[in-house]
Nanobody, 116 residues
Framework: QVQLVESGGGLVQAGESLRLSCAAS????????MGWYRQAPGKQRELVAR???????DYADDVKGRSTISIDNANNTVYLQMNSLKPEDTAVYYC??????????WGKGTLVTVSS
């Protein structure tokens, strides 16, 4: 099993930056990609960004250019740096990991609130 623990959420003002962290433990050898998803109130969970072990990245259109996902393979941690935050970025952000069997593992989420 894979355990994921997110940190770094909080309340910020529009235009500010935030960095989310996700530490993976357990069967980390099986992980081949990690990512961040978010779910705003009343909306479906959506992809924010993802990264493979080799560093290939993919971003949602509305965060592209404002966010950077990175992975520290030595410490099994993935980061999401978000800049120029907007009120519409307010959501619970979930860390996810995909293993070699294409099974998804999820963290419990961290709340990001952006005030206008």
């Amino acid at each position: 099993q894979v355990q994921l623990v997110e940190s770094g959420g909080g309340l910020v003002q529009a235009g500010e930056s935030l960095r989310l962290s996700c530490a993976a433990s357990g069967s980390i050898f099986s992980i081949n990609a990690m990512g961040w998803y978010r779910q705003a109130p009343g909306k479906q969970r959506e992809l924010v960004a993802r990264i493979t072990r080799s560093g290939t990245t993919d971003y949602a259109d509305d965060v592209k250019g404002r966010s950077t996902i990175s992975i520290d393979n030595a410490n099994n941690t993935v980061y999401l740096q978000m800049n120029s935050l907007k009120p519409e970025d307010t959501a619970v952000y979930y860390c996810a990991a995909r293993d070699m069997n294409y099974e998804a593992h999820w963290g419990k989420g961290t709340l990001v609130t952006v005030s206008s």
